[in-house]
């Protein structure tokens, strides 16, 4: 998935045409008020719309039902509260947006169908709740993609300390951020594990709910995989799975905590196997079935040393 201009420029315009027509647009808009030039043009907008607000010194809320325009400021914001609503934020420095003036009032219905924003590419353009576990399923590229986008977005409301509180992100130095964040994303894929500061990062973020505590995230987490996070050695990982370390001085790495770490476990599920081993035992008791350590190894899945541990 591939972030395109015209789309973009589609679903600012979209935005405005609907509130023209006093029809409630789902999604929050977000500016930024140092864009003084635009604002007397949204102002007019507002004069001519019903039920549409614009708040600036005033936090969000959820009891804000029709359009809502949102010129973003020094002020922190709640936006986990916001459960059917996303927040499509036109950037600053964005070079189309000398003319957005021109996007306020085109009543030109651009040609796309009605479902020319496929799920997968929402994040590209939308600011908005997500599953967690969804994020992780997705490609490499993707998911650094969306974590730098959405953290970035995020920044405007709160500030990095917050996102990256309590894991070993903290206090990274932006660089060395990144090569850590290529690496925990990589071991998703070559190591089928997945490194509990990504989860947490990753959970608050798809939440919207930057307050939220590592016991949380890690509830979560082990209630999607059936497993708990387990220490892990980088690099016993790196000879057994030929993972690149990142360009981090040894002292680097023991001085971020990085050389040890926590992850879950991707290819198991505690839970589920629990759940095979009660019902070998049960088949172990029913022995008029005449299940030998083979049969109940095949209807379980489990393999046959844990079953002969059963006898």
Same mark, same amino acid.
């Given at each position: 998935?591939?972030?395109?201009?015209?789309?973009?420029?589609?679903?600012?315009?979209?935005?405005?045409?609907?509130?023209?027509?006093?029809?409630?647009?789902?999604?929050?808009?977000?500016?930024?008020?140092?864009?003084?030039?635009?604002?007397?043009?949204?102002?007019?907008?507002?004069?001519?719309?019903?039920?549409?607000?614009?708040?600036?010194?005033?936090?969000?809320?959820?009891?804000?039902?029709?359009?809502?325009i949102f010129l973003?400021?020094?002020?922190?914001?709640?936006?986990?509260?916001?459960?059917?609503?996303?927040?499509?934020?036109?950037?600053?420095?964005?070079?189309?947006?000398?003319?957005?003036?021109?996007?306020?009032?085109?009543?030109?219905?651009?040609?796309?169908?009605?479902?020319?924003?496929?799920?997968?590419?929402?994040?590209?353009?939308?600011?908005?709740?997500?599953?967690?576990?969804?994020?992780?399923?997705?490609?490499?590229?993707?998911?650094?993609?969306?974590?730098?986008?959405?953290?970035?977005?995020?920044? !405007? *409301?709160?500030? +990095?300390?917050?996102?990256?509180?309590? %894991?070993?992100?903290?206090?990274?130095? =932006?660089?060395?951020? $990144?090569?850590?964040?290529?690496?925990?994303?990589?071991?998703?894929?070559?190591?089928?594990?997945?490194?509990?500061?990504?989860?947490?990062?990753?959970?608050?973020?798809?939440?919207?709910?930057?307050?939220?505590?590592?016991?949380?995230?890690?509830?979560?987490?082990?209630?999607?995989?059936?497993?708990?996070?387990?220490?892990?050695?980088?690099?016993?990982?790196?000879?057994?799975?030929?993972?690149?370390?990142?360009?981090?001085?040894?002292?680097?790495?023991?001085e971020f905590m990085?050389? !040890? *770490?926590?992850? +879950?476990?991707?290819?198991?599920?505690? %839970?589920?196997?629990?759940?095979?081993? =009660?019902?070998?035992? $049960?088949?172990?008791?029913?022995?008029?079935?005449?299940?030998?350590?083979?049969?109940?190894?095949?209807?379980?899945?489990?393999?046959?040393?844990?079953?002969?541990?059963?006898?």
């Amino acid at each position: 998935m591939e972030y395109d201009d015209n789309k973009y420029k589609y679903l600012i315009m979209k935005w405005f045409r609907n509130a023209r027509n006093n029809i409630k647009n789902k999604e929050i808009l977000i500016l930024d008020k140092r864009c003084k030039r635009i604002l007397n043009e949204v102002k007019h907008v507002c004069r001519e719309v019903e039920n549409l607000s614009i708040l600036c010194e005033k936090p969000l809320r959820d009891r804000y039902k029709g359009n809502i325009i949102f010129l973003r400021s020094n002020m922190t914001h709640d936006l986990s509260m916001f459960n059917n609503r996303s927040f499509l934020y036109v950037e600053n420095n964005h070079k189309f947006f000398e003319n957005m003036s021109e996007y306020i009032w085109e009543d030109e219905e651009p040609n796309y169908s009605n479902e020319f924003l496929v799920k997968e590419e929402r994040y590209l353009y939308f600011f908005e709740k997500v599953d967690p576990l969804s994020l992780i399923e997705k490609s490499n590229v993707e998911l650094e993609s969306y974590i730098k986008k959405t953290k970035t977005i995020y920044t !405007y *409301f709160e500030s +990095y300390e917050k996102i990256e509180a309590n %894991t070993k992100y903290e206090n990274m130095a =932006e660089d060395n951020f $990144e090569s850590i964040l290529k690496m925990d994303i990589a071991n998703i894929v070559n190591c089928k594990i997945l490194p509990s500061r990504l989860a947490v990062l990753v959970y608050r973020l798809s939440t919207l709910n930057i307050n939220a505590t590592k016991t949380e995230a890690g509830r979560y987490f082990h209630k999607k995989l059936g497993t708990k996070s387990k220490n892990y050695n980088y690099h016993s990982l790196q000879k057994t799975n030929k993972l690149q370390l990142p360009h981090l001085s040894s002292g680097s790495l023991q001085e971020f905590m990085l050389k !040890y *770490f926590k992850a +879950y476990d991707l290819q198991s599920n505690e %839970t589920e196997t629990k759940i095979r081993k =009660e019902i070998a035992r $049960e088949l172990k008791r029913l022995k008029k079935l005449k299940l030998n350590i083979s049969d109940i190894a095949k209807v379980t899945k489990l393999p046959i040393k844990v079953i002969e541990k059963m006898y």
